[in-house]
């Protein structure tokens, strides 16, 4: 069982910056690849970003790729997010998730409340 509590988000002008964190619960954080994903009203829940257990891996979307950098502390059980040159389209509740895969094959039993990001133009 993993419990994951996101903190961080808020409201920012475009082109400025939040981070992201996701604290997890539990001794198996270690076990787990982490993700983020995003939801903005009357869309589908994406894909945003994940990394390995270890943290070598990382994989992005398309639409975040050099702008969202994911990490992860073991040590401190955190996952971060830092979103940089934020812009309108990246508002959106963001959710972490906890689960093993890539991408394309991911499996993510467990989701955090979801914390708000709003970017204003």
């Known amino acids: 069982q993993v419990q994951l509590v996101e903190s961080g988000g808020g409201l920012v002008q475009a082109g400025g910056s939040l981070r992201l964190s996701c604290a997890a619960s539990g001794r198996t954080f270690t076990t787990y690849d982490m993700a983020w994903y995003r939801q903005a009203p009357g869309n589908e829940r994406e894909f945003v970003a994940s990394?390995?257990?270890?943290?070598?891996?990382?994989y992005y979307a398309d639409s975040v790729k050099g702008r969202f950098t994911i990490s992860r502390d073991n040590a401190k059980n955190t996952v971060y997010l830092q979103m940089n040159s934020l812009k309108p389209v990246d508002t959106a509740i963001y959710y972490c998730?906890?689960?093993?895969?890539?991408?394309?094959?991911?499996?993510?039993?467990?989701w955090g409340q979801g914390t708000q990001v709003t970017v204003s133009s």
């Open positions: 998730n906890a689960g093993r895969g890539v991408p394309d094959n991911w499996s993510g039993g467990y």
């Open positions: 990394i390995s257990w270890s943290g070598g891996r990382t």
